[in-house]
T-cell receptor
Framework: GENVEQHPSTLSVQEGDSAVIKCTYS??????FPWYKQELGKRPQLIID?????GEKKDQRIAVTLNKTAKHFSLHITETQPEDSAVYFC??????????FGKGTMLLVSP | DTEVTQTPKHLVMGMTNKKSLKCEQH?????MYWYKQKAKKPPELMFV???????INESVPSRFSPECPNSSLLNLHLHALQPEDSALYLC???????????????FGPGTRLTVT
């Protein structure tokens, strides 16, 4: 079935460093790739997304890149801050208005 | 209004109880979703409603019964649950249609359910 692999499962960085999370998906027909941030005890929050006709999208300190040929996309966070600490989920649109989620990456930013 | 709301925030119920979770959105979205999320796991899709009709049931046990009374409301009726059903239940909504904006899903804060 359709799936997405997300790596790493845990990522620890020092404040100010960059963080990169990578996802590889299986469905070549996918054309929408969102990233969600979920803080402890809170809802998943859509932080950035990219569509198949764009290779890169940036919003302040976060950016997402997409390589459709290789079927992978990545989240980049620059100048990390302690409030960036959360679980990040990648996902892709898998038809019938549904999203398939990766297993998540716990990002820990130490002051 | 750009928010999905859910009630209650927390719910503790026994295995013989009947309870309902509620979800509401006023963004004009015509697709609504129920997800189940266990600790340290991604959201797991349960049901999808499109234009108030059930379009996807991901083989969810019948002790979970969804209902969509109108375009803004989504309920999840619970009966005879098991302890392993304890989880965070998330509601989400999105637009429906051929446009790319229809893919964006917005989540409610969830109901933390504990079955004793």
């Amino acid at each position: 079935g359709e799936n997405v692999e997300q790596h790493p499962s845990t990522l620890s960085v020092q404040e100010g460093d960059s963080a990169v999370i990578k996802c590889t998906y299986s469905d070549s027909a996918s054309n929408y790739f969102p990233w969600y941030k979920q803080e402890l005890g809170k809802r998943p929050q859509l932080i950035i997304d990219i569509r198949s006709n764009v290779g890169e999208k940036k919003d302040q300190r976060i950016a997402v890149t997409l390589n459709k040929t290789a079927k992978h996309f990545s989240l980049h966070i620059t100048e990390t801050q302690p409030e960036d600490s959360a679980v990040y989920f990648c996902a892709f649109h898998s038809g019938y208005s549904t999203l398939t989620f990766g297993k998540g990456t716990m990002l820990l930013v130490s002051p | 209004d750009t928010e999905v709301t859910q009630t209650p925030k927390h719910l503790v119920m026994g295995m013989t109880n009947k309870k309902s979770l509620k979800c509401e959105q006023h963004m004009g979205h015509r697709a609504m979703y129920w997800y189940k999320q266990k600790a340290k796991k991604p959201p797991e899709l349960m049901f999808v409603y499109s234009y108030e009709k059930l379009s996807i049931n991901e083989s969810v046990p019948s002790r979970f019964s969804p209902e969509c009374p109108n375009s803004s409301l989504l309920n999840l009726h619970l009966h005879a649950l098991q302890p392993e059903d304890s989880a965070l239940y998330l509601c989400a909504s999105s637009q429906v249609g051929l446009g790319e904006s229809s893919y964006e899903q917005y989540f409610g804060p969830g109901t933390r359910l504990t079955v004793t």
